[in-house]
């Protein structure tokens, strides 16, 4: 069974604090991505890597930064987390050839306070 | 650059009764297409694709789509939905040359007995 694992379902954390979100693929995918889902805009690609540390902005990247340091991880990484980056986290992975389908992880729930 | 609208944010029907969510996308270049659904407090899932050939695409759970290139659109349809569609449909497009997979905004379905 594929899969796409996010370190964590909820959290919670302080305006300021340096925050990591974890995702970990098992099907050996080139292809990752991390978005944000907010009620009405949908998922908005923040970014992605095509390769080991390789990366490529997406649309809404300011305050994010990534690290692709082996292939089945990407991580997700606040600077300096600020509430309106409270949202839903998912993240995917696809393999290179463009017509097979993203698999996505069940996302992490951020709250900044 | 790529663009996916779904003009629906949220489709009320009765079960049983047929169901349509409208999918428009533009790009300058040739794309693919997919739908996925999220049922509640889960990640996506994939419904069907479009990749090329036949304009109406089958998937799962009794959904199908077409593919207007004229018009661009993919519009996805039920003919008799069950209370476990209820759930948020999204579509999605990425460039046949490029690894970028963009959303539309997501149609919130509830289907009411």
């Known amino acids: 069974d594929v899969k796409v694992t996010q370190s964590s379902r909820y959290l919670v954390k302080r ?3 340096k925050v990591f979100l974890e995702c970990v693929q098992d099907m050996d995918h080139e292809n990752m991505f991390w978005y944000r889902q907010d009620p ?3 998922l908005r690609l923040i970014y992605f ?3 080991v540390k390789m990366k490529e902005k997406g649309d809404i990247p300011e305050g994010y930064s990534v690290s692709r340091e082996k292939k089945e991880r990407f991580s997700l990484i606040l600077e300096s987390a600020s509430t309106n980056q409270t949202s839903m986290y998912l993240c995917a992975s696809s393999s290179l050839a463009l017509n097979t389908e993203a698999f996505f992880g069940q996302g992490t729930r951020l709250t900044v306070v | ?7 629906d944010s949220q489709v009320p029907v009765f079960e049983e009764a047929p169901v349509e969510l409208r999918c428009n996308y533009s790009s300058s270049v040739s794309v693919y297409l997919f739908w996925y659904v999220q049922y509640p407090n889960q990640g996506l899932q994939l419904l069907l694709k479009y990749l090329s050939g ?3 695409v089958k998937g799962i759970n009794g959904f199908e789509a077409e593919f207007n290139k004229s018009q661009t659109s993919f519009h996805l349809r039920k ?9 948020e449909y999204f579509c999605a497009v990425i460039q046949a040359a490029g690894n970028k997979l963009t959303f539309g905004g997501g149609t919130r379905v509830l289907v009411k007995p």
């Open chain 1, 40 to 42: 009405g805009l949908g």
């Open chain 1, 15 to 17: 305006t300021g604090e």
């Open chain 2, 1 to 7: 650059a790529q663009s996916v609208t779904q003009l």
């Open chain 2, 54 to 56: 036949s304009t109406l």
């Open chain 1, 49 to 51: 890597s095509y390769d």
């Open chain 2, 79 to 87: 003919p008799s939905v069950h209370i476990s569609d209820t759930a």
